[in-house]
């Protein structure tokens, strides 16, 4: 069975806080993706990467880093995180070609 | 900026109904076309996907796509409340194919 795991489902931190969301895949995917979820906005993609140190910016990246030393891991990093930074992440995966991508539970993040 | 526009809703049809959910995209040189459907507080989850004009069916769902008009539909057929969610339509398009997606169509199915 496919499976992208986020580690974790709630995340409460305060504002100025370094704050790191990782996502693991275990299908051997080459690229894998950060989204965000707000109501009304849809899934808008932060960042993305196409293989094991590639990253390219998506549609709103500021405030946001990423990184991806091995090919299932791609850890999302909020450098210091502010309160409009709080929504739902989430992260996805997808192997080469016209296929889906398969997305991970999610993490709401409450900056406070 | 590569733009999906849905109608946001909400949608309510009648249990038995056809659900017809539309989809405009800007980028021409979109490649594949996806619908998810996406329960409250839980991730989305593919339904279909299609890459050529016309009609693809599975089961209850035909997706419509018409690349002339940048368009892609799904229609659900004999709709059931269990189909209450949010569908998400996607394109795909990009070096990695990355998704982007419009802001959803939230479809309640009246018993």
């Known amino acids: 069975d496919v499976k992208v795991t986020q580690s974790s489902r709630y995340l409460v931190k305060r504002t100025g806080e370094k704050v790191f969301l990782e996502c693991v895949q275990d299908m051997d995917h080459e690229n894998m993706f950060w989204y965000r979820q707000d109501p009304g906005l849809g899934l808008r993609l932060i960042y993305f990467s196409y293989d094991v140190k590639m990253k390219e910016k998506g549609d709103i990246p500021e405030g946001y880093s990423v990184s991806r030393e091995k090919k299932e891991r791609f850890s999302l990093i909020l450098e210091s995180a502010s309160t409009n930074q709080t929504s739902m992440y989430l992260c996805a995966s997808r192997p080469q070609g016209y296929t889906e991508a398969f997305f991970g539970q999610g993490t709401r993040l409450t900056v406070v | ?111």
């Open chain 2, 1 to 111: 900026q590569k733009e999906v526009e849905q109608n946001s809703g909400p949608l309510s049809v009648p249990e038995g109904a056809i659900a017809s959910l539309n989809c405009t995209y800007s980028d021409r040189g979109s490649q594949s076309f996806f619908w998810y459907r996406q329960y409250s507080g839980k991730s989305p989850e593919l339904i279909m996907f299609i890459y050529s004009n016309g009609d693809k069916e599975d089961g209850r769902f035909t997706a419509q796509l018409n690349k002339a008009s940048q368009y892609v539909s799904l229609l659900i057929r004999d709709s059931q409340p269990s189909d209450s969610a949010t569908y998400l339509c996607a394109v795909s398009s990009g070096s990695a194919r990355q998704l982007t997606f419009g802001s959803g169509t939230q479809l309640t199915v009246l018993p």
